[in-house]
């Protein structure tokens, strides 16, 4: 079992940089590999970045790639993600996820935080 708790979101102008943490419980959090998805209303939820168990093979969406940067403290049972010149279609509530696999896919991760709203005004 691994609970999840967003934080570090808000209000950002365009150009601005956040940075969003993840916060595991118990000892758990490095046998898991860990993302980050968005979701607006009515969208299905989009990946955006996960890592590996080691903290080793980040990868990224296209549309973030260069600009967002995905990283993990297993002492510190801690996932982030720093996000770098954000624009308005970077708005959604970021969750966090944890899972087995190595995927881009939604379906494959079975922990997930409540989310944490961002929002890029123009």
């Known amino acids: 079992q691994v609970q999840l708790v967003e934080s570090g979101g808000g209000l950002v102008q365009a150009g601005d940089s956040l940075s969003l943490s993840c916060a595991a419980s118990g000892r758990t959090f490095s046998s898991n590999i860990m993302a980050w998805f968005r979701q607006v209303p009515g969208k299905v939820r989009e990946f955006v970045a996960t890592?590996?168990?080691?903290?080793?093979?980040?990868a990224y969406a296209g549309a973030v790639k260069g600009r967002f940067t995905i990283s993990r403290d297993n002492a510190k049972n801690t996932v982030y993600l720093q996000m770098n010149s954000l624009r308005p279609d970077d708005t959604a509530v970021y969750y966090c996820?944890?899972?087995?696999?190595?995927?881009?896919?939604?379906?494959?991760?079975?922990?997930w935080g409540q989310g944490t709203q961002v929002t890029v005004s123009s």
């Open positions: 890592i590996s168990r080691g903290g080793a093979n980040p």
């Open positions: 996820a944890a899972g087995p696999d190595y995927s881009t896919m939604s379906q494959t991760y079975d922990y």
